[in-house]
């Protein structure tokens, strides 16, 4: 991928295909943060858009004190509690699982044999259905922390808590999600 520095400065001169590009690689980031807070699936497509346009108008001011990703990911958490806010909807705490299919290319790529890629494609699935149930801020802390791999330093930025918060709702939260997968499956189960 292009660096971070390159890319911005050819989206502030115009360039639609550097934006493109940009909007590709930083659009697991936002997802994650967004259906992990907003429960309307059209909701959640027009707010994901509206925080690309908010990141494209104000990306002549991102001044490298912080990560891009960082920056980004502040943008879209301020964007759905705003839009939480303004809405007064529940919070987002059922996640459906979009990437269910394998392609033998995907499997032949990584090496891995058809049977190891299903197995862990399942049970990323139940691990994943089971991050859905957490609590909407347990379950974006480990989205942040464990699919974006942040710090606890730039997750602390992001949700504006002390970082010694969002190291204890880690451990809450992976204690929960231990709990919730023991209880709700056999090894046989996540198998199916």
Known sequence: MEDDKKLIARILCGEKEAFTCFVKKYQKLVSHVVFRLVRNETDREDICQDIFIKIYRNLGTFRYDSKLSTWIASIAHNTCLHYLEKK??????????TETTLSIEQVAETGRT???????RDIGRCVRKEIDNLPHLLGL?????????????????????PMGTVKSYLYRARKQLKTQLMNTYL????WQ
């Open 141 to 161: 802390l480990v989205a942040l922390y464990h699919l974006e791999e942040m710090s606890y330093e730039e997750i602390a930025g992001i949700t504006r808590l």
């Open 114 to 120: 058809i049977i190891d890629a299903v197995i862990s």
């Open 187 to 190: 090894l046989e189960d996540i």
């Open 88 to 97: 007064r909807v529940p919070l987002y705490e059922d996640l459906t699982d």
